[in-house]
């Protein structure tokens, strides 16, 4: 399974945009990026999933660049219910029975 | 149900003692995880049913640690002889099966979990 590696935690205002990086230079060709939301007392929450360039949803847009090593979680205009820990998750689901690597993720703190 | 439902929400327990966790998956979700999560850190994958049979057992930490599923449904997580070690967070997910060739992972549907306390 493919390791990632993402900022332990970063600090953001009302309004601002966050943007959250991933790095995951051993991603294999199958692999799909996926992005996970966690709350406090709460399990995981799915939030985009993408394999290369731009996915966009109504929460978050999903940056990858053609290598792949890398991709780029961006919130716009976060609230403060956005303080959360998000992970970023490198995985085939079909040869790996969807078992991914959670890792400790990036706690994002807003502020008011 | 709507969603993945976990009873106890809460455990507490004295060590040694055995302990059962229940996981209700959403239903229709044919595949299943039990995950750990200690104080602040991560997930620790546990186990994967498909159905009723579990072909990855690979996470569990210890034989203490068993898993069951019957009916393709609720699944059971069993601790036996409880150590302060094992306080944490456990939690279940459920999806479709994964993968289709070529595709992405099936989204994994997670409930809130049973925190587990050994004193």
């Known amino acids: 399974l493919a390791k990632t590696t993402q900022p332990i935690s970063m600090d953001s205002y009302e309004g601002q945009e966050v943007n959250i990086t991933c790095s995951h230079n051993?991603?294999?060709?199958?692999?799909?990026i996926t992005w996970y939301q966690q709350f406090p007392s709460q399990g995981p929450r799915f939030i985009i999933q993408?394999?290369?360039t731009k996915v966009t949803n109504e929460v978050a847009s999903l940056f990858i660049p053609a290598d792949r090593k890398s991709s780029t979680l961006s919130l716009p205009r976060v609230s403060l219910s956005d303080t959360a820990v998000y992970y970023c998750?490198?995985?085939?689901?079909?040869?790996?029975?969807?078992?991914?690597?959670f890792g400790s993720g990036t706690k994002l703190n807003v502020k008011p | 149900g709507a969603g993945v439902s976990q009873s106890p929400s809460n455990k507490v327990t004295e060590k040694g003692k055995d302990v059962e966790l229940r996981c209700d998956p959403i239903?229709?979700?044919?595949?299943l995880y039990w995950y750990r999560q200690s104080l602040g850190q991560g997930l620790e994958f546990l186990i994967y049913?498909?159905?009723?049979?579990?072909?990855?057992k690979s996470g569990l930490p210890s034989d203490r640690f068993s898993a069951e599923r019957t009916g393709g449904s609720v699944s059971t997580l069993t601790i036996q002889r409880t150590q302060q070690e094992d306080s944490a967070v456990y939690l279940c997910?459920?999806?479709?099966?994964?993968?289709?060739?070529?595709?992405?992972?099936?989204?994994?549907?997670f409930g809130a979990g049973t925190r587990l306390s050994v004193l």
């Open positions: 997910a459920s999806s479709h099966p994964p993968g289709l060739a070529g595709g992405p992972p099936v989204v994994q549907y």
């Open positions: 049913f498909q159905g009723n049979s579990a072909p990855d």
């Open positions: 998750l490198v995985g085939d689901g079909r040869y790996n029975f969807n078992k991914f690597y």
């Open positions: 239903s229709g979700h044919t595949a």
């Open positions: 051993n991603i294999a060709t199958n692999d799909y």
């Open positions: 993408g394999y290369k």
